[in-house]
């Protein structure tokens, strides 16, 4: 259960006595709501962007989401403070993965400041806690809301707008995130694939996708990279990402991905080409959603290229 979030169902005393602090604590003013906006969404993530008002989130902020069904189960009211089905996250450090190009993000926000989270892809992101493990579900429909965190402990701003965004599905002919390679190996259209210079056995690359980053750029890009590969290798257009997959093997090289060796690069490094290649994945971007048709065929010197 997270205190905070309980804080925001309770004021003044009362509030004080529930979660054990102390009223002097509470004599900051409460955050600005925060803005929430919906960019896109993909099969297994909904990129947001969050915005502070004229306080800023200086001690970071919240994002809850739960399925539109479930969301109209409780009467399309949040329910404190938490219900089975529901996610949330906390952002209250800095963030290393999804920086669009950025060294890292800082998720204390300034006031006014601008900034964009990727719910379904905090897995392997740092600075953050709470339902972090996995991707969201493809072809449901979710809502989302936030708050700023208050002072102390104190009390946080209301909630934002709740907002809502349906995953996209997955089909045939199109992309797969790295979450179903990781859990599906019996569908991989091949056993070994080749990242940077460096061939791995289909052993190798599950314990690479179960690999946590840890601050790594490294991994983390290995994991787009081995998700878009098989992709392509299982029918996917490669048009648009051609170049990122060409970048993403130049970079990495010799090196070889923990835990198979020692390789390192830095978050900062990776981050531009780990994005595109998660967007691409996710369908945010390439053939995206597919009609039901066959797979198409991939010939052996198009696949020589790519895995060998």
Known sequence: MDLRRLGLACIGFACAALLGVSVAADVH??????????????????????????????????????????????????????????????YTGVGTLNTWGAPSVDFKLAPNQSLDIEIGDTQDESGVSGTTAGELTDGVSYVFCTYAYGALGGTGSPLSVTLGKATTTQGTNCTFTQGYWKNHPSAWPVTTLTLGTVTYTQAQLLSILGQPVVGNGLISLAHQLIATKLNIANGADPTVIAGTIASADAMIGSLVVPPVGSGYLSPASTSTDTQALDDYNNGITGPGHCGETPAKVGTWGRLKALYR
């Open 29 to 90: 003013a409460a955050p600005d709501v925060l803005g929430l906006a919906v960019v896109s969404a993909g099969h297994g993530k909904v990129r947001l962007t969050v915005t502070a008002g004229p306080s800023g989130a200086p001690d970071g902020f919240e994002v809850w989401w739960m399925s539109a069904a479930e969301f109209a189960f409780y009467g399309g009211v949040w329910p404190p403070p938490w219900v089975p089905g529901e996610g949330w996250v906390d």
